[in-house]
């Protein structure tokens, strides 16, 4: 069984908590034996997969396989050109260097949802929301990407895993993939 679920800020990607306001994935009422493909982190919103099938951990996060999972980082200022083709060639963080990746300014701008809470607003400060599409996932790896090239991460949506998106699944639901459904994550249609 693979599970998709659009988490909402404010949720681990654990079923037990961990001392912190955030919610364990406990309060959503998922299938027994299931757990978490990957993680968001708390502060990220958007498609979160579980399954009871061990093989999908393998299958989906080691980069060797160069699965895609695409994210909309909504960030301060507006990137120039040159900005986008440093994410785009990949960053030295943390001593690592981030895979090539994609990177563009999204056109036009998606309307989404407020956060609760919301964003800080800083009157001055434009922002702007752009898209990375990644085969790897170090822990909060968009965030230090986007920092370090100046443009801070103020909200994470991770909306797409191969070919499967998140649309139209509201936040806080979750429902069993179908077969085709299921290809989709995998890569093999869309």
């Given amino acids: 069984m693979l599970i ?7 949720v681990l990607s654990q079923f037990t908590g961990d001392g912190s306001p955030n919610r ?5 009422k998922f299938p027994k034996n299931v757990y978490p493909i990957g993680r968001l982190d ?4 958007g ?12 299958q989906l996060l080691h980069p060797r396989h160069a699965h895609e999972r695409e994210y909309w980082a909504q960030v301060e200022k507006i990137p120039i ?34 956060r609760v809470p919301p964003i800080r607003f800083r009157k001055c400060v434009p922002d702007c929301w752009i898209g990375l599409e990644l085969v790897e996932g170090k822990n ?10 100046g443009h801070p991460t103020l909200r994470l949506l991770r909306v797409r895993i191969g070919n499967f998106r998140l649309a139209p699944l509201p ?5 069993v993939l ?13």
């Fill in 140 to 149: 909060r790896q968009v965030r230090r990407m986007t920092a370090a090239i």
């Fill in 42 to 45: 708390a502060d990220s919103e």
């Fill in 81 to 114: 050109p040159d900005a986008l083709a440093q994410l785009q060639r990949g960053l030295v963080i943390q001593g690592h260097k981030t895979l090539p990746c994609r990177a563009w300014l999204l056109e036009p701008q998606p309307e989404i949802p407020p």
């Fill in 4 to 10: 998709a679920f659009n988490k909402p800020y404010g």
């Fill in 24 to 28: 364990p994935l406990a309060e959503f």
């Fill in 47 to 58: 498609l979160l997969l579980l399954s009871d099938e061990a093989r999908w951990n393998q």
């Fill in 178 to 190: 179908t077969a085709e459904d299921i290809k989709m994550v995998a890569g093999q249609a869309g």
């Fill in 171 to 175: 936040p806080g639901q979750w429902r």
